[in-house]
Nanobody, 118 residues
């Protein structure tokens, strides 16, 4: 069973930076597309960054040029570097693992709170 454990959230001032980490276990990490989603109060969860097993990345427009996703296949870990943070980035951030077979299998971590406030 895939398990995802996030860490690195916290309180940061506008313009600051945070780095989130997600430790993956329970399966073969390199088989999975990885991503980060977030959910703000009263809003639906949205995927903000994804990375394929080969390292191709994709970002939602609101975080392009500010967030960077990367993965370390040797450590079974995916990271999200968040720079130039804005108050609207405040949300619970969730790690996502996706496996494409005949069906799509999605796994989510428990989430870590990111609060951007002065």
């Amino acid at each position: 069973q895939v398990q995802l454990v996030e860490s690195g959230g916290g309180l940061v001032q506008p313009g600051g930076s945070l780095r989130l980490s997600c430790a993956f276990s329970g399966s073969i990490f390199s088989n999975y597309f990885m991503g980060w989603g977030r959910q703000a109060p009263g809003k639906q969860r949205e995927l903000v960054a994804t990375i394929t097993s080969g390292g191709t990345t994709n970002y939602t427009d609101s975080v392009k040029a500010r967030f960077t996703i990367c993965r370390d296949n040797a450590k079974n870990t995916v990271y999200l570097q968040m720079d130039s943070l804005k108050p609207e980035d405040t949300a619970v951030y969730y790690c996502n693992a996706r496996l494409y077979r005949n069906l799509v299998y999605d796994y989510w971590g428990q989430g870590t709170q990111v609060t951007v406030s002065s």
